[in-house]
């Protein structure tokens, strides 16, 4: 019987750092778009964006920051995170991504895990004082960070103005250059080391499946501090040598639709709340969408009907869906553009070229025949360095043949596709982050008038999942759901922030006393009246 097993195409993968791919963009196209920020006023030609990587590089010297140093990037959307994306890369220092959703108990945490020098943000913006929270979470005498850069403000400025011109440096393909955190099953998010061989040979692969040339345009809403944004949208533009359009600094329907039509974008990216609220969006009608040939729909459960109706009503013929986690670069599978809808809304598509990718038993470990689901693994170029001082956690996710863990259960099909069946571990997708239940728990603990405390996801027709916490409290105390909320506001991201409270004084259990968290999502489920939402097909 076959084996769940496949391979993508065989191809010359590329030997290039992240600067060396823009050189190179440069000297093949130096006028042509690079960048273009609508929320910013921002067109910039490759040629521009090359200038302002130099100056970015000769400010970062210029603070001190030196090959392996680690610098934070904890800002919304903008043109400033494509200098620093490249810049850190060009003189062999580590940028780390920080989530702009985080507060300060998240960013004390990074601040210190990552050992960062410096950290660049906005002072604020509609929703939160970050430069309060940085200050809040810096009281922790444990944290190195000597430099807190304002973006487009003063201190931005004076970095350009006192830079000084970097050693030579030659940093190697497989040295670390980024860190993406993760929600940690332990509670605490791990670091995902990724090397510039994994990040610019995911950028070339989407691009090839995608068929882009130097002509397309690709309109981007999706966060640049996920690798949606700084790998599938950034890196893939700067190999291809193609424009980036930024819509606005976060997402926002209509701007997305404005910047479709104003700059003739021919690709879109989004999770599938973005398309829901964009399709949704009471002027849809009023936009000339023609532009669109191709995109990738990712980041969480796909829903079919969704994908059809991008296809159609936006007319985005070679919609596709892609699957893959941070710790592969990310993207694994991605259907081909010129494939029937059907395979296309129905699935994640086949293996990426140069990438392995299995289906084994959780229980044996030995690879399943086709059409039986377990959990999917992948091996090859894009599977990160590890995790950050971890090497326990990286030896469980990285086995001692290179296959990566994905933790997804999965199925593939005779002819080599792939179907996300579920999840073999405890996370919640709530419109495209990824929330391990067991932070929040652990996190809730700390509430003086909880005793115990279980989270698990509910469905949503909009979000894919939403957070739902059980707590029994302390015996005598009393609380409202108000007062869980308010504890966590600041402190916690405000997508993990449970959407539904449930006081109880008891959870189901196995006769062995172990939780059963289906048990509580089903009788929820149904309490609620979710079952719509929970009916929705994916890919």
């Known amino acids: 019987m076959t084996q769940s097993y496949a391979r993508g195409p065989s191809l010359p993968l590329l030997s290039k750092t992240i600067s060396q791919v823009l050189d190179d963009s440069v000297a093949r196209n130096p006028l042509g778009d690079a960048l273009v920020s609508r929320h910013q006023g921002l067109k910039l030609s490759y040629a521009d964006l090359a200038e302002q990587v130099r100056l970015t590089a000769r400010g970062l010297w210029g603070l001190g920051i030196r090959p392996g140093d680690r610098v934070g990037m904890w800002a919304s959307t903008c043109a400033e995170w494509v200098y620093m994306q490249i810049a850190t890369a060009k003189i062999g220092a580590v940028l780390v991504n920080v989530n702009p959703a985080y507060r300060s108990h998240e960013l004390g945490f990074v601040l210190k895990k990552s050992g960062m020098k410096a950290i660049f943000l906005h002072e604020k913006d509609a929703r939160v004082n970050y430069l309060e929270l940085l200050n809040d979470a810096r009281q922790d005498p444990q944290i190195p960070l000597r430099h807190a850069i304002l973006l487009g403000a003063d201190s931005w400025r004076d970095m350009i103005a006192r830079g000084q011109d970097p050693a030579e440096v030659t940093p190697d393909l497989d040295d670390v250059v980024n860190i993406q955190y993760t929600s940690g099953t332990t509670g605490s998010p791990k670091g995902v080391l990724l090397t510039h061989r994994n990040l610019v040979n995911n950028g070339y692969v989407i691009g090839l499946g995608l068929r882009v040339a130097q002509s397309d345009r690709l309109c981007s809403p999706v966060p640049m501090y996920h690798c949606f944004g700084c790998v599938i949208a950034s890196l893939c533009s700067l190999v291809a040598g193609m424009t980036l359009v930024f819509p606005s600094a976060q997402f926002d329907a209509l ?5 479709i039509q104003a700059e003739r974008c021919t690709i879109v990216y989004g999770v599938p709340t973005m398309f829901i609220a964009e399709l949704d969006h009471p002027r849809f009608k009023e936009f000339d969408l023609r532009s669109l040939r191709t995109g990738i729909m990712a980041g969480a459960p796909c829903p079919i009907e969704i994908m059809k109706r991008v296809a159609s ?9 892609g699957y893959g986690l941070t710790e592969s670069s990310p993207i694994i599978t991605l259907s081909p553009v010129d494939d029937p809808l059907e395979n296309r809304v129905t699935t994640v598509g086949i293996a990426m070229p140069e990438t392995e990718v299995k289906i084994i038993s959780p229980a044996t470990g030995e690879t399943l025949p086709v059409g039986e689901r377990g959990e999917l693994c992948t091996r090859g170029y894009l599977v990160m360095k590890g995790y950050d001082q971890e090497p326990e956690a990286t030896s469980r996710a990285v086995d001692a043949e290179g296959w990566l863990h994905s933790g997804d259960l999965a199925t593939m099909r005779p002819d080599g596709y792939f179907h996300i069946a579920g999840r073999l571990k405890d996370l919640i997708i709530r419109g495209g982050e990824n929330i391990y239940p ?22 949503d027709e909009r979000l894919g999942e939403t957070v739902l916490a059980w707590i029994k409290l302390k015996a005598g105390e009393t609380c409202t759901e108000d007062e869980i909320r308010d504890f966590c506001r600041g402190k916690i991201a405000h997508f993990k922030i449970p959407q539904y409270l449930r006081f109880v004084d008891s959870f189901p259990m196995t006769v062995t006393g172990k939780i059963q968290k289906f048990r509580i999502r089903e009788q929820e ?15």
């Open 438 to 459: 067991r932070e929040i728990e652990e996190f809730l603990h700390g509430h003086p008038k909880v005793a115990d405390v279980y989270v698990v996801g509910l469905p």
């Open 313 to 321: 009503d936006m007319h985005c013929p070679q919609m596709t869906i």
């Open 255 to 259: 701007a997305v639709l404005e910047a």
């Open 525 to 539: 489920v149904e309490a609620r009246g979710l079952g719509k939402a929970a009916g929705i097909k994916t890919a």
